[in-house]
T-cell receptor, first 115, second 110 residues
Framework: DSGVTQTPKHLITATGQRVTLRCSPR?????VYWYQQSLDQGLQFLIQ???????AKGNILERFSAQQFPDLHSELNLSSLELGDSALYFC??????????????FGEGSRLTVL | KNEVEQSPQNLTAQEGEFITINCSYS?????LHWLQQHPGGGIVSLFM???GKKKHGRLIATINIQEKHSSLHITASHPRDSAVYIC????????????FGKGTHLIIQP
């Protein structure tokens, strides 16, 4: 058990809809990272929050947004969903700001299927 | 942006064999991560290393910063080691995320 909790584990929805994925980081961790894993693109970095502030952006679409709340949990909002958004979405947490300062702890992932 | 190449893409071996998975990257880094993804999808961090060698049980990770290369070794492999092993490095270019290799699909047969 990594200590990172993601909900929901599975989600099936239709094109054009909006969904919210939730992540609770490991106790004490300040950084939350969101990653997308699809069959054709592999794992891709989407966005990072550190102590409530956005700190880095990767390949995140404009239809996607995220935030980190004062209790440090984070939500990833995906809107105007397309078939190609079907993927596993992982959240990872770490204590430090940079990816080279410590181990990452991954959640079990949220599997999104867009029909 | 850092580019990551892993080899081999697929590896099938017999139980007990010594396994080596390689990772090369294009831009100098300060640390590299090795991850393990189980068939169910969950990802576990195995190592983060910035120099030399680290060992955890039957797993050994080495890195050569000058040659931009890292290896993950598994000694006395076991069927429970069957998983996807992924190498990841800082993306660079101002984004503090990770760039991932495509992974090595390892199957250990009894």
């Amino acid at each position: 058990d990594s200590g990172v909790t993601q909900t929901p584990k599975h989600l099936i929805t239709a094109t054009g809809q909006r969904v919210t994925l939730r992540c609770s980081p490991r106790s004490g961790d300040l950084s939350v990272y969101w990653y997308q894993q699809s069959l054709d693109q592999g794992l891709q970095f989407l966005i990072q929050y550190y102590n409530g502030e956005e700190r880095a952006k990767g390949n995140i679409l404009e239809r996607f947004s995220a935030q980190q709340f004062p209790d440090l949990h984070s939500e990833l909002n995906l809107s105007s969903l397309e078939l190609g958004d079907s993927a596993l979405y992982f959240c990872a947490s770490a204590f430090g700001l940079a990816v080279n300062t410590g181990e990452l702890f991954f959640g079990e992932g949220s599997r999104l299927t867009v029909l | 942006k850092n580019e990551v190449e892993q080899s081999p893409q697929n590896l099938t071996a017999q139980e007990g064999e010594f396994i080596t998975i390689n990772c090369s990257y294009s831009v100098g880094i300060s640390a590299l991560h090795w991850l393990q993804q189980h068939p169910g999808g969950g990802i576990v961090s195995l190592f983060m290393l910035s120099s030399g060698k680290k060992k955890h049980g039957r797993l050994i990770a080495t890195i050569n910063i000058q040659e931009k290369h890292s290896s993950l070794h598994i000694t006395a492999s076991h069927p429970r080691d069957s998983a996807v092993y992924i190498c990841a490095v800082p993306s660079g270019g101002g984004a503090d995320g990770l760039t991932f290799g495509k992974g090595t699909h390892l199957i250990i047969q009894p």
